[in-house]
């Protein structure tokens, strides 16, 4: 883990790190695609979420503990930062899922958040984008909300409930800038981006699983918890592939970029659902899952 840590800082904001970059953002899409499949469905979000948790303390232990190198104090600290702000994060999307759909969620909350990551980073990391790439992400984040949109009107829930599962949507888009700009900075002041990484799966994940036990607790008739585990330990993999994927990207080069690029796991999710669940598309859903691929294409061609 050394060598390849020692490896990976060397490359980053080169030619090499760059495509590495982008290679990592597009595999966290898919794998975010899948993460959130996962999410949907008979489960209650926050049992589902819980159990996610759960499974990444039991993997993510043993690598911090003793595989990667021990974290320096700075990034101890980092780490509990981490930790309150993807709780956040993690309890406005358990509100948004709990009273709207996800096919209406999930959109806005990505379609949020690039938008406001591309701005955090330009102030923070006084990263630029061009013209040309702002075309991109207005292209890319308005077809990801105008998803949003379509899926929206066809939902029957009470109006009431979608319009503040809608606004917690958009607080957890918020919450994905916050936190990807934090990461970002945080990943980048460690001297090990893995130790960084298994650090921040241990200590992050060790809040919703007590939060899913006294639900589940409190619940007039619970689910069987075999099928919710097998879920949970399915999705801690793809998290680590996910959210670990999305973070190198970052280290190596620019984070808006990879923000953008991220953020094309709507795409993959429509595909997931067509193929895969059975949903049906349309010629309308197909032509804004373009719009969305072309506006990541045109932010990494006018970089």
Known sequence: ??????????????????????????????????????????????????????????????????????????????????????????????????????????????????????????????????LMQWFGVACLSGGILLLALRNLSEETLDPHALRVGLMWAVAGGVMVAIYTTFDAYAIRQSLNPFTFLAWFFFITSLDFPILAAWRYRRMIDPPTLRPLMWRGLLGAFIAWFSFGGVMMATRLDKVGEAAVLRETSTVFAAL????????????????????????????????
């Open 1 to 130: 883990m050394d060598t390849l840590g020692a490896w990976l800082v060397s490359i980053a904001n080169t030619p090499d790190g760059a495509r590495l970059a982008t290679a990592l953002a597009l595999m966290s899409a898919v794998a975010h695609a899948a993460f959130g499949a996962l999410q949907k469905g008979r489960h209650d979000p926050w049992l589902t979420r819980g159990a996610i948790d759960g499974w990444l303390v039991v993997i993510s232990a043993p690598v911090a503990l003793f595989v990667v190198p021990w974290p320096t104090a700075t990034t101890f600290w980092f780490v509990a930062g981490a930790l309150v702000i993807h709780f956040a994060y993690k309890l406005t999307m358990a509100l948004a899922y709990e009273r709207a759909a996800y096919t209406v969620v999930y959109p806005v909350v990505r379609g949020t958040g690039p938008l406001v990551t591309v701005l955090a980073a330009s102030l923070i990391f006084q990263e630029h984008f061009t």
């Open 272 to 303: 997931i659902g067509w193929f895969i669940l059975g949903e049906k598309v349309g010629p309308r859903r197909l032509a804004l899952m373009a719009l969305v691929a072309a506006g990541a294409v045109i932010v990494e061609i006018g970089g």
